[in-house]
């Protein structure tokens, strides 16, 4: 007989620990509050952008641009809402349309929604685009209205083509009573490069930049949150200067603070500690250094990881501290290759790789001088190996190198 532990109160023994948390929600990205501190210029000069829609007037479409975790989603519908609520306080047909082109990410998919915002049945494939986009202009231009459409992320929308974007700039010809407008959103400051002149220009007729905050800035949005988020005493005296001043480094990421106050938390609540603690920001930040880490190595081309598995095994053959240089690297590249039936890239290439996975923090490599030999670059491992080794192993096509090290791998050394 299989003898089961038993499990009664399992859940109750857990929730009777006192939280330290009053409502940890708060912490989440979903969450907006109700004001948004040190951002009066960029809501001011986007109300005084949109307030002709109070008009009945067109306004001038935006482009928001500023890096990640500056406030620009929050911001743009923090002011979408109180148009919306302006306009129905004041009677007038004002609507606000926001659209996450990460997720919605086909011009399709783009159409459907608005023409489903306003209630015309459009399946979510299959009609022919024109179509769509037939449905929407009818089903605005019933009444007088000003349209106001929100797209977040939009350089997303654009890997895909900008005809789209094209249509919707040009919208406002084929209409009668209603009238659009747009807000295009994006932290990728060059994606308008990439665009039609034409859709560049009428697009960016008002830009608004959205500069990173400050460590003080980052404390006051921390302190704000926290009151909500934590029960009186929860917090250590150094835990928000600290979230602040690691966010701060980072680039003045508000959302990065805001995660590493809630993962500093957990990491006090695990361990059933009264109060969070210096040393809890200090894990929580290594930890979502870690998790960043994963994500990123997890979506590299198979290329690169082969790449980066030849320097964790190079890392890991009892050679700590001793930096891997390129010349080895791409020795047991080739031999990685070789045995999971790969094409071998020539060096110059594999090189290239190297220094992409330089850029994204997985690895450091620097030139050194070798005298008369010439220069090497030496590379070093900027990510746990043992996490990193897992993640690339969880890949199908890397799976078979599991025991390299043990046969092949260790010949070569021996
Ligand atoms: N000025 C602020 N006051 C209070 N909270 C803020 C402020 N700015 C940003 N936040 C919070 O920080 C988090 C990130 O903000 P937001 O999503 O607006 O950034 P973003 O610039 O749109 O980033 P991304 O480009 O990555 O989408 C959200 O939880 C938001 O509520």
Request: a neutral charge; one cysteine or more.
């Amino acid at each position: 007989m299989i003898k089961t532990q038993s499990l009664d109160g399992l859940f109750e023994k857990l929730l009777e620990g006192k939280s330290i948390f009053k409502n940890k929600e708060v912490l989440r990205p979903s969450y907006t509050p109700d004001l948004l501190l040190h951002r009066n210029e960029q809501i001011n000069g986007l109300a005084t952008i949109l307030v002709s829609a109070l008009r009945g007037e067109t306004p001038s479409n935006v482009l928001i641009y500023g890096k990640t975790g500056t406030g620009k989603t929050a911001v743009t519908r923090y002011v979408g809402k109180e148009l919306e609520r302006v306009s129905e306080e004041k009677s007038l047909f004002c609507s606000v349309v926001y659209i996450n082109c990460e997720v919605i990410d086909t011009q399709y998919r783009l159409l459907a929604n608005l023409a489903r915002h306003f209630e015309e049945e459009v399946p979510m494939t299959g009609w022919p685009t024109d179509q769509v986009f037939m449905k929407f202009k009818e089903a605005i231009d019933s009444k007088e209205q000003v349209i106001i459409i929100i797209l977040d992320e939009i350089d997303k929308l654009i890997k895909k083509g900008d005809d789209v974007l094209y249509n919707l700039s040009r919208i406002n010809t084929d209409l009668r009573r209603a009238k659009v407008s747009m807000i295009g959103v994006s932290n990728d400051l060059k994606f308008t490069e990439f665009l039609d002149p034409r859709v560049k220009s009428s697009l960016g007729e008002e830009e608004l930049i959205f500069p990173p905050y400050d460590a003080e800035q980052i404390s006051d949005i921390l302190k704000q949150r926290a009151k909500m988020a934590y029960n009186e005493g929860a917090l250590g005296e150094m835990v928000i200067p600290l979230c602040a001043a690691f966010a701060a480094q980072e680039h003045g990421d508000a959302r990065r603070a805001l995660d590493l106050l809630r993962v500093s938390g957990e990491i006090a609540e695990r361990e059933n500690q009264p109060q969070v603690l210096e040393e809890h920001v200090r894990r929580a930040q290594e930890k979502i250094e870690i998790d960043r880490v994963v994500e990123v190595v997890r979506t590299l081309p198979t290329q690169s990881k082969l790449v980066l598995y030849s320097i964790i095994l190079l890392r890991s053959r009892g050679r700590e501290g001793k930096n891997v240089t390129t010349g080895e690297m791409y020795n047991v590249y080739r031999q990685l290759c070789h045995h999971i039936d790969v094409d071998i890239l020539t060096q110059r290439r594999v090189t290239d790789l190297m220094s992409e996975l330089d850029m994204l923090g997985i690895v450091n490599a620097v030139v050194v001088s070798k005298g008369r030999y010439g220069r090497t670059k030496e590379i070093s491992l900027s990510v746990p190996v043992e996490n990193t080794r897992k993640v690339l192993l969880e890949d199908y096509r890397l799976k078979p190198l599991v025991d390299f090290k043990t046969s092949a791998f260790s010949k070569m050394f021996s």
